[in-house]
C-alpha cells in the first residue's frame, strides 16, 4: 500500500497529533541545546509545535517553520503573535530553498521519517546550517516506544490486510529504529553526534478520546482509517475498543510515548 500522509485539516491534525507534539517539543529543544543563536529552521513544522516552543524557550530568536501543508501552515501562521520574530513557509524538506549555511540551527521533530527522502532531507538539514550550528532530529520509535499507537496497529493488523501494511511501512520507516538517526548523523559528517530517548505520556479520557481523532483522516493512520469501508472501520472499532479497556471500564488511560532524538555540530 501507499504510505499517505493526509495533511489538510490542521483542527482535526491538533486533536489526533498535535496534542503530543506540542509535549515532546520542549523536551526536545532542551536535548537539542541550540545555544546561543540569532536563526533557527524548523523542517516539517506542521502546525508549530517546535515552531512556538522555540519561540516560548528560546528569546530574541529568529525562527522559521517549513512544511509542505498549506492548511497547516496557514493555521501555524493564524496564531503568530504581532511583532513575533516567527515565520511559516512552505518547502520541500528534501530540497530546502535556502542557500547553504543560512541558519545557525536546523531543527526536525516527529517528520523525517514521512519524508520520501529522508536521508536527503537530512543532508539539507545540515547543508543549511552554519559551520559549529546543531543538528537535531527526533522520530517516534513506533515499534518500541509509541505504546498507544502500538495498540491500535496490532489490532488493525489481525483484522484487514491493508491494517497489516500500514503497520509493515509505518513501523519500519527511516530513522525510527534505535540507531539509525546517529549513523546517518556520523555518516554525514556531523560531530559530537549524541543519541537519547525522550518519553511523555499521551493521556484519553476515554475511549472516544482514544479513537474518535482519526476519524478525522490526518497523518497516516487517521487517513487509513478514513479510507476504510464502514463495516471493516466498525469491526476494528469494536475490537480496538475491547483493547482499550483490556477488563476494564471505560475512562482515563495513560500510555509512554517514546521518541529517537540525536544532535550533531556541524
Known amino acids: 500500500m ?48 517546535l515552531t512556538f516552543a522555540l519561540a516560548k524557550m528560546l528569546s530574541g530568536v529568529r525562527i522559521t517553520g517549513l512544511d509542505r501543508s498549506r492548511a497547516y501552515l496557514a493555521y501555524a501562521s493564524s496564531r503568530v503573535p504581532a511583532g513575533g520574530q516567527l515565520a511559516f513557509e512552505q518547502g520541500d524538506a528534501a530540497a530546502l530553498p535556502y542557500e547553504d549555511g543560512s541558519f545557525d540551527a536546523a531543527l526536525s521533530l516527529l517528520a ?10 537530512a543532508r539539507e538539514l545540515m547543508r543549511v546550517t552554519r559551520t559549529g550550528g546543531v543538528v537535531a ?10 505504546t498507544s499507537l502500538r495498540v491500535l496497529a496490532d489490532t488493525a493488523a489481525a483484522l484487514d490486510p491493508a491494517g497489516e501494511a500500514l503497520r509493515a511501512r509505518l513501523f519500519s ?39 474518535e481523532p482519526e476519524l478525522g483522516g490526518q497523518g497516516t493512520v487517521g487517513a487509513y482509517v478514513r479510507s476504510l469501508p464502514q463495516e471493516t472501520r466498525s469491526l476494528i472499532e469494536r475490537h480496538l475498543r475491547l483493547a482499550y479497556l483490556a477488563g476494564g471500564a471505560d475512562g482515563p488511560r495513560s500510555f509512554a510515548a517514546t521518541a529517537w532524538a540525536c544532535r550533531g555540530v556541524r
Open 173 to 211: 520507516g527511516p530513522f525510527t529504529g534505535p540507531g539509525e538517526l546517529p549513523s546517518a548523523w556520523t555518516e554525514m559528517g556531523l560531530r559530537d553526534v549524541v543519541q537519547t530517548s525522550l518519553t511523555i505520556r499521551t493521556e484519553f479520557a476515554s475511549f472516544a478520546d482514544y479513537w
Open 112 to 121: 523525517l521519517n514521512f519524508v520520501p527522502d529522508a536521508k536527503g532531507a
Open 2 to 49: 501507499t504510505l499517505t500522509f493526509m495533511a489538510d485539516n490542521p483542527v482535526a491534525y491538533e486533536r489526533s497529533t498535535g496534542r503530543w507534539s506540542r509535549q515532546l517539543a520542549s523536551l526536545f529543544v532542551d536535548f537539542a541545546a541550540v545555544g546561543t543563536v540569532a536563526s533557527i529552521l524548523d523542517v516539517g513544522c506542521g502546525t508549530g509545535s
Open 137 to 146: 532530529a527526533a522520530v517516534w520509535d513506533f515499534r518500541g516506544g509509541l
